[in-house]
């Protein structure tokens, strides 16, 4: 069966640093379309990046922009998210998604990660 495991999160000081990680198994990575989402308490899941197949086509949402990279390896069957200058409105669990198409729209993904946490402190 397929699994999308995340690792890499944790507590950081506002303009860190952070790489998460996803490494995917049970399906042939590189068939897939990945993506990066996250959920803070009390909010709807929101839709953070996404890469195509061969990685050399990405789209961010705004609230990202130009502070975080998504990037994949498909050898290794992984994919990051480094995250440069944090801010505290960063902070939520960070979930890694695959699927078939190159959208943002989450329902459009088969498979989740469990998730990671991401907080941020001010």
């Known amino acids: 069966q397929v699994q999308l495991v995340e690792s890499g999160g944790g507590l950081v000081q506002a303009g860190g640093s952070l790489r998460l990680s996803c490494v995917a198994s049970g399906r042939l990575f590189s068939q897939y379309y990945m993506a990066w989402f996250r959920q803070a308490p009390g909010k709807a899941r929101e839709f953070v990046a996404l890469?195509?197949?061969?990685?050399?086509?990405?789209s961010s949402g705004n609230a990202v922009k130009g502070r975080f990279t998504i990037s994949r390896d498909n050898a290794k069957s992984t994919m990051y998210l480094q995250m440069n200058s944090l801010e505290p409105e960063d902070t939520a669990v960070y979930y890694c998604?695959?699927?078939?198409?190159?959208?943002?729209?989450?329902?459009?993904?088969?498979?989740w990660g469990q998730g990671t946490q991401v907080t941020v402190s001010s």
């Open positions: 890469i195509n197949r061969n990685g050399d086509q990405t």
């Open positions: 998604a695959q699927g078939s198409k190159f959208t943002s729209w989450e329902n459009e993904f088969d498979y």
